[in-house]
């Protein structure tokens, strides 16, 4: 059944992304309701007895912040680390370029981007496009810190959305239902087909593994009565020992025997 009503496009159903445009949908989907969830709170930079200005230059923030990244950076296999009390700028501007990646925001001049996307994201950090140009200094460094924490908490928080809910079935009944209130029968079994198909595909290959498990455990319940019907390694020990011993028995059987041999060939050599 056709829902009636205008037709909203899934553009509508949330804040479209700053230029360019080629954003996955489901992960701008999660960024913006992440951004709209901070701009609605005061900045975790303004807790307790601190304001957000205070925050940049308390030390014992920076270091905190600077581990935060790191960690980020390494859980993200990226080569990227801080080091402080002051990075070179060109670990800044490629820690801020690979955050920026991380949230999907195709960025090709960081000095244009970056306020684009802070604006956005309704970022209560003032930044300055002098402190992009001149990274490596104290000043513009506080700032550019405060704003890379900042947007490693939103990609973190992305990433458990991502993990947590955007699974599988989550973006099936949100594509389906985008089609629905828009009334589009075709899209709604376009995406029907396209999910049901990986259902299927999926479940056959789960099949085909408990197929090879089942297998291999018939060879180790196999090989586990061979080992209970077999004897125990000690008993298959000794039995060699046993007959090691045996073959000394007959050397030494053997070895007094030619003993007594040569004695009578040497007493016969004597008489003569």
């Not at 900045?43 to 920076?62: E, M, P, V």
């Not at 990274?135 to 405060?146: D, F, I, K």
Request: proline letters at 6%.
């Amino acid at each position: 059944m056709k829902a009636t009503g205008r037709c909203r496009s899934k553009d509508s159903i949330r804040p479209p992304p700053p230029p360019p445009p080629s954003v996955d949908h489901h992960r701008q989907f999660s960024l913006d309701s992440n951004a709209s969830f901070a701009s609605s709170r005061p900045s975790s930079l303004g807790i307790n007895r601190f304001s957000a200005s205070d925050a940049l230059t308390d030390r014992s923030y920076q270091l905190s912040a600077i581990r935060t990244i790191n960690s980020f950076l390494a859980s993200h296999s990226s080569p990227l680390s801080l080091k402080p009390p002051l990075p070179s700028a060109k670990y800044i501007t490629e820690t801020l370029k690979f955050v920026i990646s991380q949230l999907n925001f195709p960025s090709t001049k960081l000095e244009d981007d970056l306020p684009i996307l802070l604006k956005h994201l309704n970022c209560s950090i003032k930044l300055n496009k002098s402190a992009l140009k001149a990274p490596g200094t104290p000043h513009a460094w506080r700032s550019l810190l405060g704003v890379m924490h900042w947007l490693v908490q939103i990609a973190l928080y992305n990433d458990h959305l991502v993990s947590h809910c955007f699974d599988n079935t989550f973006v099936y009944a949100l594509d389906s239902y985008l089609h629905y209130i828009c009334g589009d029968d075709d899209g709604m079994e376009e995406v029907d087909r396209e999910f049901f198909g990986k259902l299927e595909r999926e479940r056959n290959a789960v099949a085909e593994g408990v197929k090879t498990l089942e297998k291999e455990v018939v060879e180790r319940e196999g090989r586990l009565e061979e080992l209970r019907s077999g004897p125990s390694a000690k008993e298959a020990v000794e039995k060699e020992r046993g007959v090691l011993e045996e073959d000394v028995k007959k050397f030494h059987a053997i070895i007094a025997e030619i003993s007594g041999r040569i004695a009578l060939v040497e007493k016969i050599l004597e008489e003569k």
